[in-house]
């Protein structure tokens, strides 16, 4: 798994004004304030998470698009500042998926192919008889027997400081995608802001 399988169109935003904010505290003439990247400035970034000193990093915006499986878009979710802008949805388009795309190469070829067959049968009897009522039935049978391996795309911001977080917590995580996404992060401008290391 490479991280182009995971992130793509990325844009960072705000960079500049964010490390100019760090410096607020202790100027007393804003006209004199600067976007270089000062030993106080990194002292700020490397603060402990949760310490607070580290808050200019909120006004460092990143947007991307991120491909996750089911299986790792449940556990994003507990971040808060992770916000998802939009994604695919398998409400809407699950029976409208390439199965032999969608899922990851650790979901089960017999879990594929009995998929690929209940979609071909809901599909084949969509276009026969749209009216019919077992429609809606075999739909969710097909939405909850989706396996956990399925990738999705979602258009996400968020900023360096909860990247910092998820950084610190998902850098060894079991799942691949979060160690490629940790990956991501360390090629980020400035990525020692997120990582604490020195660059």
Not at 64 to 80: G, I, P, Q
């Amino acid at each position: 798994m490479e991280i182009k399988d995971l992130i793509s169109n990325v844009e960072i935003y705000g960079l500049e004004n964010a490390i100019k904010g760090s410096k607020y505290p202790m100027a007393t003439d804003l006209n004199k304030v600067n976007g270089e990247i000062t030993k106080t400035v990194k002292a700020l970034a490397s603060a402990e998470p949760g310490s607070g000193h580290d808050n200019f990093l909120n006004g460092i915006i990143v947007q991307f698009d991120l491909s996750f499986t089911n299986k790792a878009w449940v556990e994003a979710e507990r971040y808060h500042f992770l916000d998802f802008i939009s994604s695919q949805s398998t409400m809407h388009r699950i029976c409208r998926f390439d199965l032999d795309k969608a899922y990851i190469e650790y979901v089960d070829k017999r879990i594929i192919a009995i998929m690929k067959e209940k979609v071909d049968a809901y599909n084949k009897q969509a276009e026969e008889d749209p009216q019919n009522p077992s429609l809606a039935e075999k739909y969710l049978e097909i939405l909850y027997s989706n396996p956990a391996g399925f990738r999705l795309t979602a258009k996400m911001t968020t900023n360096y400081r909860q990247l910092k977080t998820i950084y610190h917590q998902r850098l060894h995580h079991r799942l691949p995608e979060w160690r490629v996404f940790c990956k991501w992060l360390e090629t980020l401008p400035h990525s020692e802001f997120i990582t604490r290391k020195d660059s």
